[in-house]
Structure formats: C-alpha cells, structure tokens
C-alpha cells in the first residue's frame, strides 16, 4: 500500500449521495443520539444514514468535501456519521487559491454541458487517481476528464433518490484497492 499522501481521492458531494432527494413518498430518517448534530437546524441531515462514517473510512483513500455545503459539511455532516473534518474543494468562485474556476469559465463549461465541479476537481486532483461521487454527473464530464486528467479516475453518479447504497460501495472500494496498491 502507498503512503497516505499517495493514497486516491475521493471527492464526495452531500445531496444525492448522502442526503437523498427527490423520490415520492418518506425517506428513512436516523438518529445519531440523545445530541442529534443538526436536526433542528436542517431537517434533511435526519435523511443521512450514521452507516456511511464507517464505510467511507474504510475506503482505502483520502475523502474530500466536494459540496455545495464547504465547510458546513464538517460542522453537520461529518459528526452524524462518524467523520472527522475532511479537507474542504473551494469550488468555483470560492477562490483563485484553491484551483477555482472563474465565473466566464464556469458559465461556459455549464453551457457545454459540464459540470460546474468537473474542472475545479480535475485540477484539485494534480494527476493522483480520484473518484467523484456524485449525483449530477455526466457523459460530459467524463468525456472531459478523460482528455483533461494525466491520472486514472472514476465518476461514480449515484441514484439522488436513494444515495449511496451497498453496490456503489463495491464500485468503489474495487475501484479505489485497484488504485491504491499501484
């Protein structure tokens, strides 16, 4: 096995994969205990299964917010499900510093079809292997990391209805040991 600082990324969004939306009827909801982080605050935390901590540590890579939710995903996200604070992707428009995209650019890669993530995450990534765990990504974007990243990567779209279950797990942990014992 690699060092940790070779290790894979995965960069993780929170609605869809963690958070699931968008289908008729109630959702599981789940308690993390007697402090509940974040319930009252954001009714849709109660969605996140407290399963996925353990899972995701047990990848063998290093987890990275990619999320809309920055660095709220470590002060509500993370403590329901087991994490500790993970790095953070400023994406686009956050800041120069952090490899964001500017807004000309990011307006046209949205015209083109890609994801407004898709060229911040590229660039965050510097050639290591990465999965993006997301439920908006598409053809385009993997058409453009395909030309546009040196190093092997995975865009794994999980179903926002449901979020991350049992086989998208198994897609990525085949995924991630096959990368990270090279």
């Known amino acids: 096995m690699t060092s940790t600082a070779q290790r894979p990324l995965l ?15 109630p ?36 987890l990275v917010w990619a999320t809309t939710w920055m660095e709220d995903a470590n002060t509500w996200v993370a403590p329901r499900i087991g994490l500790p604070p ?22 046209e890669d ?19 292997p990465f999965v993006w765990v997301d439920d908006e990504i598409t053809g385009t974007d993997r058409s453009w990391v395909a030309v546009h990243h040196p190093g092997p990567a995975l865009l794994h779209r999980v179903e926002p209805r449901q979020g991350l279950r049992d086989g998208d797990y198994a897609v990525l942990d085949a995924w991630l040991r096959r990368w990270a014992s090279t």
């Open 11 to 25: 960069f993780l969004d929170v609605d869809g994969p963690l958070i699931p939306f968008g289908a008729s009827g």
């Open 27 to 62: 959702y599981p909801t789940y308690e993390t205990g007697p402090e509940d982080p974040g319930a009252r605050e954001n009714p849709l935390l109660a969605r996140i299964n407290p399963q996925h901590g353990p899972r995701l540590t047990a990848l063998p890579c290093e």
């Open 86 to 107: 993970l790095p953070v992707v400023g994406l686009p428009g956050a800041s120069e510093a952090d490899g964001a995209v500017g807004y000309e650019e990011e307006e």
């Open 110 to 128: 949205v015209r083109n079809g890609l994801h407004w993530k898709t060229r911040t995450l590229v660039a965050r990534a510097a050639g290591r």
